[in-house]
């Protein structure tokens, strides 16, 4: 019946007649079978009256089951308005990709509604990877070929936006064919679909040269565009073509001489601008162009100034122009006067009201910042204004921007700016500002005083957002510049003396110095007065206090105990204080309590030589990736990075040795204060440092690293260096041996010291073996004995067992400070083999926060432990649930598991 | 075979601040579930932003520009080197034309219409280039395209 329809088309009389025939056994049919379809304008009045998103996806299914059977029918008649449909529904996000045959059905329908729609159809159903593609590339050769340019319009559209490599093979010629046609209309779509051929086909490029020719010396506009465009594509994927191309630069020029000398042509006006969309495309051009080639940038140079100078600035669309001169003047090899012109326009912008431009202006000073550093300084004081900008991108920029900007000269001003922008930034900005602010302070700072002030404000102005490397690098400098050391000690006891606790990096750094140079503090050199007893009343406040964090504290409980060989009077409350944590919940804690307090019973005459002063840490500082390892190893004593010991392996270098060989001639207490200061002896140095003749021979067979004994060297804040283990398992008896395999006792590391200091292997066993039995039991029970000080008022709350399968046991203990619960987690390894690369992630309900320290360790030795801190904000009290993931490696091969822990104590939430 | 876009856009998206698409225009491959993801992730991304903030938001490894309009958004996404003033004038010399071609647009006669929008995307863009800068040119051409139906 179609058929006949068509072949009658001109008789209308008789289409007419057999048209209502049709529509009438269309009816009688639709009676029996269907309902008439609804129309489009119906659909979508339908699907918006739903109130709810199941109501809406109830509309579509229904509408979609009778579009399937339409189709299946093959309901010509209605199939436009179907697909129309269909192309509705698709966009809302259903699926739809059973109306790709019908696009095509469509596109081969003569009628020009038909196609259209088979066309937008083709365009969102399908895709290059479709395999329906052969069918369409028929249709598309057809249209291409066709006599009404609406028609081929339609096909080069959509060839633009799904050609796929084997199309762009198929159509190139028809393609290349229309790039030369008359009408401008078809020529300016060719041109773009050349474009998208060659970035499917590269090889095909050739074939379109010869048309580019013509397309730059045309009139119309839209052809210009497309034409730049092209050629443009084609200088970037061959060199070939870019060579070939430089003789056009002339014609670009004249081109845009044109652009911004003619008066007001209203087909391609914008906001009084001549067509800024061409010009911009031609600049672009014109910096591929130029770029290297001081031929190419000589003939543009002119071009390019009189743009900059003659563009309005005051609308969007001039700054749009603008800025694409400045990039080509920044890309091309261009005269330094204008180059200073391009970056004052920059400079313009940064005072604009419009944000995006101040935010453009800040990305592309960014970019050329380091090749024209001068011209850029000449605007700093409007960058250093932009730190204050609303928008939060843009103080990013400018932040960025104002460290390029940092030098010797203005230090001084720009860090004071910055410390400003510190204090009051985002969280997210903090950690990088602050790393940043350290580097340039160590590049350019003016005197070391001033080095040291602005590290201090610097930790203090980053609050707890401070990375580590900061706080290390402060120490560092503290501890290497003998003179400002009382100077130092003072301005760090007064803001402690005033210290808000819950900021952690700026106690500990304050712990630390005072713990090494608090005689200076008492002695007067320090330029503030302090008594004893007020220095014991802050550190039992940090101690004690619940927002300090584990790490701060054992930071102050090592310097409390460093504090004693420095004061005179108050030696007996520092026992006090130190033995009290002998019996701390937390088991890191503990440790160093219960060893500390045998340093004032049984080896109280050791405590003297053991806390003397660190030596300065120059040898490690200042030569780049060394210096930041160097800067990290420092604090390794007091601090639990997992990483410590890939660390302290690099540490074996040659710069460290030669620190070693300049001390190992010293007397033994030297040599000991050489492994207390964090400085990691290299393999072959050892030996002789450590002059026992027992150790001599065991150093000839290495022994693996054991990390038990790494912990232990760790909590004494020593290095454990490579031979450091079996240095110590030297002078133990077997039965010491398996006693510090059960627990980590510290027994071991004494015994490694007492046995270079003392020099009877008798004596030093002795003392081990009194030494070793409290403290393994300490560690093997931990949740048994936990005896919380008086003054320690937390709730206490029963420990869970979390987890205990494969060989690993996970114990749970908590303490609970207002909506914060602190779980202190114990990881046992309870396997015979070696434990490595421990992972523990864990996952809360969504109204709960969740903050994992780092663990202590992430490798286990049989039966040895780890600790790990995971911090959980329980704002609305609701019960505690965690979902956890466990993985490590034994025995080379990697064990995971996962599962829920569902049975934390209620105390934890009510 | 790498296929290099260099600074082509990536997509055309019209939407309204509840994040149901007006109009989808994509000129790099995504599969469907990909598509309806990365329309989310706009969604997400760009209605957080008020009149205080940039015009401008980096988004996986491009950028989008953006311009509200009463309750639509029209984002362009465009790579992250690319001039970013010229593609916001461009979404407004769009938005004119489809101003001038519904004769006072508003979301609704996007909505009834959306195939002709879509033509009207296809008039001014092809394969991700800006193909006619004229307004008047390209409301000419329209006129003819309904004239044809």
């Known amino acids: ?910 | 075979m790498t296929y290099r876009f260099t600074n082509a856009i990536r997509f055309i998206l019209i939407q309204n601040r509840a994040g149901k698409t007006r109009l989808a225009k994509w000129y790099m491959n995504f599969d469907d579930d990909e598509k309806q993801k990365l329309i989310e992730e706009v969604h997400a991304v760009v209605t957080v932003r008020d009149a205080k903030h940039t015009n401008f938001v980096e988004f996986r490894n491009f950028k989008i520009v953006y311009r509200r309009y009463a309750g639509l958004y029209f984002c362009i996404c465009v790579d992250i080197a690319d001039n970013n003033l010229a593609y916001l004038e461009a979404i407004h010399n769009f938005v004119e034309v489809l101003n001038e071609y519904f004769h006072n647009v508003c979301e609704l006669d996007l909505v009834f219409n959306f195939y002709k929008a879509y033509s009207v995307v296809d008039e001014m863009f092809l394969a991700g280039e800006i193909r006619e800068t004229s307004q008047t040119k390209v409301l000419k051409q329209l006129l003819m395209l309904n004239s044809l139906e």
């Not at chain 1, 059960?742 to 015994?751: R, T």
Request: hydrophobic share 40%; glycine share 6%; aromatic share 4%.
């Open chain 1, 1 to 910: 019946m179609n058929k006949a329809r068509d072949s009658l088309g001109t008789m209308s009389s008789i289409k007419q007649v057999i048209n209502d025939a049709v529509e009438k056994g269309k009816e009688v049919y639709e009676k029996v079978r269907q309902p008439n379809p609804i129309r489009l304008r119906d659909l979508i009045r339908q699907i918006r009256s739903a109130k709810t998103a199941a109501e809406e996806r109830a509309v579509v299914n229904r509408e979609c089951a009778y579009i399937r059977l339409t189709f299946r029918e093959e309901d010509s008649v209605w199939r436009c308005r179907n697909v129309a449909k269909l192309l509705y529904i698709h966009m809302l996000g259903y699926p739809a990709h059973f109306g790709q045959m019908e696009c095509l059905k469509l596109i081969a329908s003569p009628r020009f509604t038909d196609k259209r729609i088979g066309y937008l159809g083709a365009m969102l159903l399908l895709d290059e990877r479709q395999d329906v593609h052969l069918l369409i590339t028929n249709s598309l050769k057809n249209d291409l070929n066709s006599s009404t340019q609406f028609v081929q319009g339609l096909a080069l559209c959509t060839l633009g936006a799904i050609a796929s490599p084997e199309m762009s093979r198929d159509l190139a010629g028809e393609v290349e064919r229309l790039l030369k046609s008359s009408n401008a209309y078809i020529r300016k779509k060719a041109a773009v679909c050349a474009l998208r051929i060659i970035l499917k086909v590269p090889e095909l490029m050739e074939m379109f040269l010869p048309a580019t020719r013509s397309l730059l010396s045309e009139k119309n506009h839209g052809v210009l565009i497309t034409g730049v465009t092209l050629i443009t594509e084609m200088c970037l994927q061959s060199p070939d073509m870019l060579a070939h191309f430089k003789k056009i630069v002339p014609n670009l020029v004249r081109i845009l001489k044109n652009l911004i000398m003619a008066g007001y042509s209203p087909e391609h006006d914008v906001q009084g601008v001549s067509d800024p969309f061409l010009q911009v495309k031609i600049l672009k051009l014109l910096r591929i162009l130029g770029c290297g080639d001081s031929d190419a940038s000589e003939t543009m140079n002119d071009i390019l100034a009189q743009v900059a100078t003659n563009t309005e600035s005051s609308k969007n669309v001039g700054n749009a122009i603008l800025y694409e001169t400045v990039l080509s003047i920044m890309d091309i090899k261009s005269e330094s006067g204008l180059r200073v012109l391009a970056i004052n326009i920059l400079g313009r912008f940064l005072l604009n009201a419009d944000k995006n431009i101040r935010y453009v202006a800040l990305n592309t000073l960014l970019r050329v910042v380091h090749a024209d550093n001068s011209a850029v300084q000449r605007h700093r004081s409007t960058i250093l204004e932009c730190l204050k900008d609303a928008d939060i991108s843009i103080r990013k920029r400018a932040m960025e921007l104002c460290f390029a900007l940092i030098n010797g000269n203005n230090i001084r001003t720009m860090m004071k700016e910055l410390l400003t922008f510190l204090e009051n930034a985002e969280p997210e900005f903090k950690a990088t500002c602050s790393s940043k602010c350290v580097l340039a302070a160590e590049k350019y700072s003016p005197n070391v005083r001033w080095h040291i002030d602005t590290l201090l404000k610097v930790v203090e102005a980053a609050g707890n957002h401070v990375p580590d490397d900061v706080v290390s690098s402060t120490i560092q400098l503290i501890s290497e510049t003998r003179a400002e050391q009382a100077y130092a000690v003072g301005e760090l006891w007064r803001h402690l003396s005033v210290a808000q606790l819950e900021f952690q990096p700026m106690i500990q750094v304050s712990t630390w110095c005072i713990g090494e140079f608090g005689d200076l503090l008492l002695n007067g050199q320090a330029d503030v007065t302090v008594e004893e007893t007020q220095i014991i009343e802050i550190y039992q406040k940090i101690l004690w206090a619940s927002q300090c964090s584990i790490t701060t504290k054992e930071y102050a409980l090592t310097s409390l105990m460093k504090l004693s060989a420095r004061l005179n009077q108050e030696v007996g409350s520092i026992q006090q204080v130190v033995s009290a944590f002998g019996s701390h919940l937390n088991i890191e804690l503990q440790q160093r309590g219960i060893e500390y307090s045998q340093l004032f019973t049984r080896h109280n005459h050791m405590r003297g030589p053991l806390l003397e002063r660190m030596p300065p840490f120059e040898g490690v500082r200042g030569n780049g990736t060394e210096g930041e390892k160097g800067g990290i190893a420092i604090t390794n004593g007091l601090d639990n990075s997992p990483d410590n010991q890939s660390l302290l392996n690099d540490l074996s270098s040659p710069n460290n040795n030669n620190n070693i060989n300049s001390t190992h001639e010293n007397n033994e207490s030297n040599a000991l204060l050489l492994l207390l200061g964090g400085i990691e002896p290299g393999e072959g140095d050892t030996v002789q440092a450590v002059t026992s003749p027992a150790t001599s021979t065991i150093n000839a067979t290495p022994a693996p690293r054991s990390t038990v004994n790494a912990d232990i060297l760790d909590l004494l804040g020593l290095e454990p260096g490579p031979t450091a283990p079996s240095n110590t398992t030297t002078s133990t008896s077997p039965a010491q041996l398996s006693h510090t395999n059960n627990s980590s006792s510290p027994a071991l590391l004494l015994d490694g010291l007492l046995n270079n200091t003392s020099s009877t292997t008798t004596t030093t066993t002795a003392g081990i073996a009194s030494l070793s039995t409290p403290t393994a039991n300490s560690t093997t029970l931990p949740t048994n004995n936990f005896i919380i000080p008086q003054s320690l008022s937390q709730p206490s709350v029963p420990g869970i067992v979390a987890y205990d399968k494969n060989g690993m046991k996970l114990d749970m203990t908590f303490e609970i400070q207002d909506s914060v619960t602190t779980i202190n987690m114990l990881a046992t390894n309870t396997s015979l083999a070696q434990v490595t690369d421990f992972l523990f992630q864990a996952a809360v309900p969504k109204s709960l926060q969740l903050q994992m320290m780092t663990p202590s360790s992430t490798s286990m030795a049989p039966s040895a432990t780890l600790t790990q801190v995971i911090k959980v904000n329980n704002p609305s009290k609701v019960p505690l649930r965690m979902r956890m993931r466990l993985s490590w490696q034994a025995n080379g091969s990697v064990v995971q598991d996962q599962g829920e822990i569902s049975h934390f104590p209620p105390a934890l939430w009510q």
